[in-house]
């Protein structure tokens, strides 16, 4: 029987390793059980968990009595009454912690998205590019330059009725690709990817809207004032294949932080 090498050892593990850095699976259940992880400890630390506790048992406590003395209507009555009471403190009690808890959350989420809610563009594939832009003149003086590896493979459309020019392209080659839109002596940079991995994604670029620009858009506000409102690239939405059903990532991400979440709960015994 020929001898297992060194190297044959070795490439498997880095293959391996390699596999866990790029698979969107495994980056998923891997921060999951971080952040539940996480969760527990920045809530444990963060809260009054003899208050938790004793609002708890006074739950369960009421919720007892309406089961044994469901046939004594004013006790009954009595112990709702509790029950809502108990469920006012409890929950004033775990505003705080859950506020610790939940905004970095969602500063993560964001941030991941730009990676995992979005695939890259495919080479040779056809890419749309729309512009909006402020007023209808403006498309009659609109223009684009294209790096080398972008080229264009139909003539752009103008819908006059959103005040938008789409773009019909392709790439010849992987990476990240800058277009530029040239519009009334102004221009305006868009990121165009293109490959098969783990990329940083951007899927418009916005002038204004705030909140819109933090969620959906990784990159620079476009100038203020200018011509142009947005600039989309249509990059196709990701989904994690588990037992052969696809599943947005932030679903899955949330429903395994959870499950990680109630586990350490346990093994570290802190009240939530």
């Known amino acids: 029987m020929k001898p297992v090498t060194t190297a044959e050892i070795v490439f498997p593990a880095a293959t391996f390793k390699l596999l866990l850095l790029t698979s969107p699976l495994a980056i998923v259940i891997i921060l999951s059980f971080v952040v539940g992880l996480g969760m ?32 004594q209507l004013p006790v009954v009555v009595g112990s709702y009454g509790k029950i809502l009471g108990g469920t006012g403190r409890y929950l004033r ?6 506020l610790y808890v939940i905004i970095p959350i969602t500063l993560l989420i964001v941030q991941l998205d730009r990676y995992l809610g979005w695939k890259p563009l495919p080479e040779n594939a056809p890419i749309l590019l729309t512009v909006h832009v402020a007023n209808s003149d403006v498309q009659n003086h609109i223009s684009i330059d294209l790096p080398p590896a972008i080229f264009q493979t139909a003539p752009p459309v103008h819908v006059l009725a959103e005040n938008e020019v789409v773009w019909r392209l392709s790439a010849a080659g992987d990476g990240d690709f800058e277009a530029r ?15 098969s991995g783990l990329m940083r994604i951007s899927p418009i670029r916005l002038r204004g809207h705030f909140w819109e620009r933090m969620l959906s858009s990784g990159e620079a506000e476009l100038p203020p004032g200018g011509p142009i409102d947005s600039i989309a690239i249509t990059y196709p939405e990701r989904s994690i294949e588990i037992a052969g059903y696809g599943i947005n990532w932030i679903w899955l991400f949330f429903i395994l932080s959870m499950i990680a979440g109630f586990i350490f709960k346990e093994l570290l015994g802190i009240q939530i």
């Open 40 to 71: 527990v400890v920045l809530f444990g630390y963060t809260s009054d968990q003899k208050a938790i506790k004793i609002a708890k048992d006074q739950l369960k406590a009421h919720l007892l009595a309406v089961r044994l003395f469901r046939d």
């Open 181 to 195: 839109v040239v519009a009334d002596n102004e221009s305006a940079a868009k990121t165009i990817c293109v490959g």
């Open 93 to 98: 009690l775990a505003f705080k912690p859950l």
